[in-house]
C-alpha cells in the first residue's frame, strides 16, 4: 500500500514560518500531481496549494504570496514552505496525491494522516 508521511508541523507565533514536507512510501507506484489540504477546527477540508509533476502550481487566494509548493520527483517528496503566517493559517494540514498509478487500470487516491500548525502567541 502506498503511503503519505507529513512532518514539520508545530506551534509558531504570528508572522513566524514552517516548512512541511510530505514523503511518499512504499513501491511500484508513480505519482503524477500532488497537493496540500487544510481543515480547521469546525470547518470543511479545503485546497491549500497543488503542484503537477512538471511543476506547475495552484493556490488559494488566501495563501498567495505566502505560501511556496513545490516538490523533489527523485525523493518522491513534496514539500510546503509557509511564511508570514496568521491565525486563520491554524489547521491540520493534509498532504494528497489524487492519481497513483500503481498497476494497469489500476489508480488510487492517497491522503497522508495530517500534521497540526497551530500559529499562535
Known amino acids: 500500500q502506498v503511503q503519505l508521511v507529513e512532518s514539520g508541523g508545530g506551534l509558531v507565533q504570528p508572522g513566524g514560518s514552517l516548512r512541511l514536507s510530505c514523503a511518499a512510501s512504499?513501491?511500484?507506484?508513480?505519482?503524477?500531481?500532488m497537493g496540500w489540504y487544510r481543515q480547521a477546527p469546525g470547518k470543511p477540508r479545503e485546497m491549500v496549494a497543488t503542484i503537477t509533476y512538471g511543476g506547475t502550481t495552484n493556490y488559494a487566494d488566501s495563501v498567495k504570496g505566502r505560501f511556496t509548493i513545490s516538490r523533489d520527483n527523485t525523493k518522491n517528496t513534496v514539500y510546503l514552505q509557509m511564511n508570514s503566517l496568521k491565525a486563520e493559517d491554524t489547521a491540520v494540514y493534509y498532504c494528497?496525491?489524487?492519481?497513483?498509478?500503481?498497476?494497469?487500470?489500476?489508480?488510487?487516491?492517497?491522503w497522508g494522516q495530517g500534521t497540526l500548525v497551530t500559529v499562535s502567541s
Open positions: 494528497n496525491a489524487p492519481k497513483v498509478v500503481v498497476g494497469p487500470f489500476r489508480n488510487l487516491e492517497v
Open positions: 512504499g513501491s511500484g507506484f508513480s505519482i503524477n500531481a
